[in-house]
């Protein structure tokens, strides 16, 4: 897959979207049979208050010089969500490539110490940080034990996604499976609809549409979502069933990288598996670090 062709992403996401409108819902009377689902161009321009034939310009995967004015109006009309409505203005200013922008700082892939210090410092729950493809590139010591399954799998080479659509270990990790893909593949359509020209983004979604079929059909829904805060459920197999409420924080020094953090309710089943999965983890690292080294004779 090379970049993201940006017109055929414009004219498939507003497509899905009006498709999934019913008359009934934007409030249409006497829409009459149709052929196919949704609504009719017309009649989001009407929606929208714009012309027919504009509104079949902007379908047709033409968003230059389209305003933000009137991308907030087609919003409304085709009741996008807060990550559908920030998708659409990305595609847009993806169409509209600013002459003088600035030089595109390279992308980095490594956490500057004191970042990993903070992280260190959690010490009551996981905590990670992951870039927008997925990439796991800092964990604390709970993260680490929590995320074995996916950091030691040769599929996944600590990729959330590959993990997720590659690795059978996956869909006994995650419990509720389905759920899982589906937000991975949304939050590689959010990310590609805000850096279109990302090789390795690119590359990424490339490898997993040629290799799954649940990632290609996910992909062509067009979902988009973001990824804050949020349930999940996790199969871990030393402590067993795991359930979490997530947050993340976006870190403004580095563009799509994210810090999440799970966390369980006070007194919960889940809260002594955690600590008891940290107890297991720092077990193992003390037992390795007092390991006696292997000498030329023992090898």
Known sequence: MDYMDNQAEV???LRTRRDRI???QAGIVGGGRRRLPGLRREEVAMLAGM???YYAKMERGNLAGVSAEVLDALARALRLDEAETEHLHDLA???NPSPARRRSRPAQSTVRP???RFLDAITGAPAWIVNQRGDILATNPLARALLAPLLTDPDARDNSARFIFLSPAARTFYPQWERAADASAANLRTAAGRNPRDKDLTDLIGELA???????SRWSAHAVRLHRTGTKHIHHPDVGDL???YEGVELPDHPGWMMYAYTSATGSPTEERVKLLGSLAATAADAQATAPALQPDDR
């Open 93 to 95: 200013r993806a169409a």
């Open 22 to 24: 019913t008359p009934e």
């Open 243 to 245: 359930e979490f409420v």
């Open 51 to 53: 012309s027919s034939d």
């Open 114 to 116: 004191s970042l990993q």
């Open 11 to 13: 004219r498939d996401f």
């Open 210 to 216: 040629a290799r799954s079929d649940a990632f290609s």
